[in-house]
Every structure is written in C-alpha cells, then in structure tokens.
C-alpha cells in the first residue's frame, strides 16, 4: 500500500516561508505525477504545483514565482514556499499518481496545516 507522509507546515507570518516535505513509502519514479493541492477554511482544494516524471512543472497563477515544487532521487517531494501570504493559509495535501506499470491509482497524504498569519 502506497503511503505519503506530509510534513513541514505551521504557523508563518507574512513575507515568511515554509518548505514542505512529503515522503512516499515507494519511490517516486512509481508515479508519472506528483503535486500539492491546498483546502483553504471554508472553501474547495485546488492545485498549487505539479510535477510529472519527466521532471516538467506547473503552479497555480496564484503561487508562482513564490512557491517551488522540487523531488529528489529517492521518495520525497518538496514544495518551498516563499513571501508567504494570509491567503495561503491552507492545508496542504501531496498527491500522487501511479504509473500504469504500477496500477494508475491516485494516492493522497493526510495534509498538513500551513496558516500565515498577518
């Protein structure tokens, strides 16, 4: 069963940064996309950042130029977050889809909390 383990949120003032971690249980060539998603208070997740196995990235208008997805080799994404803003407040959810090798599914972590404050 395929895990992923965010980490990495807390409480920012604004201008601050942040960088999250999300570790998978398998390594993260098993997936053919990985990202980050946010659910502010009150209203639908929606993507930040993306990054595909060949290593092209995408961010939401809202984030770019301040936020960062990057991976290593092994098994972990990052999201690095900068000149952070109240209206990130957010949790933060890694998500993961598995290549058709390894089944297609799409896997999500358990989110963690980021609130800037102001």
């Known amino acids: 069963q395929v895990q992923l383990v965010e980490s990495g949120g807390g409480l920012v003032q604004a201008g601050g940064s942040l960088r999250l971690s999300c570790a998978a249980s398998?390594?993260?060539?098993?997936?053919?996309?990985m990202g980050w998603f946010r659910q502010p208070p009150g209203k639908q997740r929606e993507s930040v950042a993306g990054?595909?196995?060949?290593?092209?990235t995408n961010y939401a208008d809202s984030v770019k130029g301040r936020f960062t997805i990057s991976r290593d080799n092994k098994n972990t994404l990052y999201l690095q977050m900068s000149s952070l803003q109240p209206e990130d407040t957010a949790v933060y959810y890694c998500?993961?889809?598995?290549?058709?090798?390894?089944?297609?599914?799409?896997?999500w972590g358990q989110g963690t909390q980021v609130t800037v404050s102001s």
């Open positions: 990054i595909t196995y060949g290593g092209s």
């Open positions: 398998v390594s993260i060539f098993t997936f053919n996309r």
């Open positions: 998500n993961a889809h598995a290549r058709a090798l390894y089944g297609g599914n799409d896997y």
